[in-house]
């Protein structure tokens, strides 16, 4: 019989009728059912078996479309037209709907929150969020200021819980300032952990304000920092009060510093000779010269002889110093040339060989460096920790030197018999202590962890620097963005790799993100009305 079947539209899922009689016996239909002569309907059913109903509905039908075919509605090619033309539209959304990315405002605050941790400025980030959002639906950048603002309140109070826990894990500090605008910033690092303990902004750079900065860190044993005569001073009176209470703080001056000031003079030496050098080199070309035009040179020989006794002199001078640096860089090191350990008195040996090349105005810094007392605070405590561990001296000695074998291998200092010399050094301290290896490890981590550089906040102090370069000022409150978003960053080289300084400092915590410790201060912080934003947006 004939009949109706249906298919399946693809995107709505709703069936779509599919004719399988033949229109012209729709036609026939509605030619008996209009022809007005009795029993026209019954016999045409019958004819084709159908249903006298289904003759009437091919006749309402056929009439439904010559009507719709000669009124102003759309002409059917036309309606198909249509219809695959919003059939493709309709694909294409499905596809553009796959690539879409859910942001809504909350996200879009986290996003910008993190960014201006990261260092970008306010301007930076609206444009952005214009560039993700579109222009018209993109926060503007008053209302990221203002996220940023509620975020610095937050973090503010996050920080003060942390520090509070922080404060009985740090017991060695890398303490340095740096200015921006006038404006002191007080900068201290862990150096293990690579932990900002601190980064606070302040009015004046005085005694008074740095130990405010230092006396609640009280479980701090060591400093290690440059020798600025203001923090020298707060150290020297911290450790003064720490004695007294029966503690003790020692402080280590930077050989850092020490090394850079050491070269700072030698490229002062190195000028001197390329001038002279150069000078020479000009007398000479006066002498050829006049011996070109067949004039006597006696004047200009002579000052060209005078020039490159200059060079000489200047070369013998430079020579010198290098050697006596040299000689006083070695006592800088935590072991002597030949591999033993270094100590305070081979140390200030050196350093009183080197003096006397290292004479001269240009040295004076770095002689009082050389000199100070805690110059070589770094080996005293070095031998202090090792003392402590439960090693006999021939074994520990042992332990030393098979460190220093080991530290040359990965340095490449390799002259062909340096495997033989590690596996002879093990066989030696496998006699002096048969589970020697635990031991090892013990006193190899000490020497590993010997602080004697404060680089460590210098490295910190570059990153702010980068930072201020963005912004027209660096308020304290983005300071406290940077500073918890620094230690809750994982590293991403090195042997601190995938772990936070906060986790390498041992800090326990529920989560290390960054947006997960503030989140729930966040919930509830707003921006104070007319607080000044300390989060000014860059010039451009």
């Not at 493709?88 to 960014?115: H, M, V, Y």
């Not at 902004?201 to 479980?219: C, S, Y």
């Not at 067949?294 to 060209?304: E, H, M």
Request: glycine share 6%; aromatic share 8%.
């Amino acid at each position: 019989m004939w009949g109706v079947s249906f298919n399946t539209n693809p995107y709505t899922r709703t069936p779509i009728p599919m004719c399988k009689i033949p229109v012209m016996l729709w036609i026939a239909n509605a030619a008996a059912c209009f022809s007005g002569r009795h029993g026209a309907v019954t016999r045409q059913a019958q004819l084709h078996q159908l249903s006298r109903q289904t003759v009437y509905n091919h006749a309402h039908q056929v009439q439904e479309a010559i009507q719709v075919e000669h009124s102003e509605a759309p002409s059917r090619e036309r309606l198909l037209q249509e219809n695959q033309e919003l059939r493709r539209e309709n694909g294409r959304l499905w596809d553009w709907l796959s690539q879409t990315i859910e942001f809504p405002k909350a996200k879009q605050r986290e996003f910008s929150i993190l960014a201006i941790a990261m260092g970008l400025s306010v301007s930076q980030i609206a444009d952005l969020l214009a560039l993700i959002l579109g222009a018209t639906a993109a926060p503007a950048r008053s209302t990221v200021n203002r996220w940023g603002l509620a975020a610095a309140a937050a973090v503010g109070k996050v920080l003060k819980r942390l520090d509070e826990r922080c404060k009985g894990l740090v017991t060695t500090a890398c303490p340095d300032e740096i200015f921006f605008h006038g404006r002191p910033v007080f900068v201290g690092v862990e150096p293990q952990s690579m932990t900002l303990i601190l980064a606070d902004k302040g009015d004046r750079l005085n005694r008074a304000a740095w130990l405010k900065k230092l006396v609640g860190w009280t479980a701090l044993q060591y400093v290690v920092s440059d020798a600025g005569t203001v923090l020298q001073s707060a150290l020297a009176w911290l450790a003064a009060q720490r004695r007294a209470a029966g503690a003790a703080l020692q402080v280590s001056l930077d050989v850092f510093h020490t090394m850079r000031e050491a070269r700072r003079v030698l490229k002062i030496y190195w000028n001197t000779v390329k001038k002279d050098w150069k000078a020479a080199e000009k007398a000479d070309l006066r002498v050829a010269q006049f011996q070109r035009q067949g004039q006597y040179a006696y004047g200009p020989a002579g000052k060209a002889r005078s020039a490159w006794t200059r060079v000489a002199k200047s070369m013998e001078h430079y020579d010198a110093a290098k050697a006596g640096w040299q000689l006083a860089k070695a006592a800088l090191d935590l072991f002597r040339p030949d591999g033993s350990l270094n100590d305070r008195a081979w140390a200030q040996a050196r350093v009183s060989e080197a003096l006397p090349a290292l004479a001269g105005k240009a040295f004076t810094t770095l002689r009082h460096l050389l000199q100070s007392p805690k110059a070589f605070a770094f080996l005293d405590r070095l031998h202090a920790e090792l003392g402590r561990l439960p090693v006999s001296p021939e074994l520990r000695e042992a332990l030393v030197r098979l460190f220093w074998l080991r530290r040359r291998a990965r340095k490449g200092d390799d002259d062909g018999h340096h495997a033989k010399a590690i596996l002879l050094q093990e066989v030696l301290c496998w006699k002096l202590a048969p589970d020697w290896q635990k031991m090892y490890s013990e006193v190899a981590e000490t020497l590993r962890t010997t602080v004697r550089a404060s680089s460590a906040v210098e490295s910190v102090n570059s990153v702010l620097r980068m930072h201020q370069s963005r912004h027209r000022n660096l308020g304290q409150g983005l300071l406290d963005l940077k500073r918890l978003y620094w230690n809750t960053r994982p590293f991403r080289k090195g042997w601190r790799r995938g772990r936070c300084p906060y986790q390498l400092l041992g800090l326990e915590l529920p989560s290390y993100d960054f947006l997960a410790l503030i989140r729930a201060e966040l919930a509830g912080t707003v921006a104070p009305e007319g607080l000044d934003s300390t989060l000014q947006p860059s010039p451009g």
